[in-house]
């Protein structure tokens, strides 16, 4: 069973950044498609970015595109969410996410509607 923990949240201004790391363990992770959620309060949770197993390619969704980076290391079984020109609605908890197939060749896009482990999160809060 992969286990998956966020680090890297806290409280910023208007404008700075974050970067967010998710360690896995328990699990093959260099074979299998991570991404970033959020999920703020009264909201349902929402896709942010994905990254393709091999680290060959990247989505991201609009409200985030040209500020947010998403990257991975598959030898020390991390990912990333370097967050830039952060804004007040950035602000909510995020997750990191495993998909359920290995070496997934599937559209990284058709993970806004999910994936299938989860970690527990890690609370962004930006200030205007």
């Known amino acids: 069973q992969v286990q998956l923990v966020e680090s890297g949240g806290g409280s910023v201004q208007a404008g700075g950044s974050l970067r967010l790391s998710c360690a896995a363990s328990g699990g093959t992770f260099r074979l299998y498609d991570m991404g970033w959620f959020r999920q703020a309060p009264g909201k349902e949770r929402e896709f942010v970015a994905a990254?393709?197993?091999?680290?060959?390619?990247?989505y991201y969704a609009d409200s985030v595109k040209d500020r947010f980076t998403v990257s991975r290391d598959n030898i020390k079984n991390t990912i990333g969410l370097q967050m830039n020109n952060l804004k007040p609605e950035d602000s909510a908890v995020y997750y990191c996410a495993r998909a359920s197939s290995r070496q997934s060749t599937r559209p990284l896009r058709d993970y806004y509607s999910g994936m299938s482990d989860w970690g527990k999160g890690t609370l962004v809060t930006v200030s205007s």
């Open positions: 990254i393709r197993w091999s680290g060959s390619s990247v």
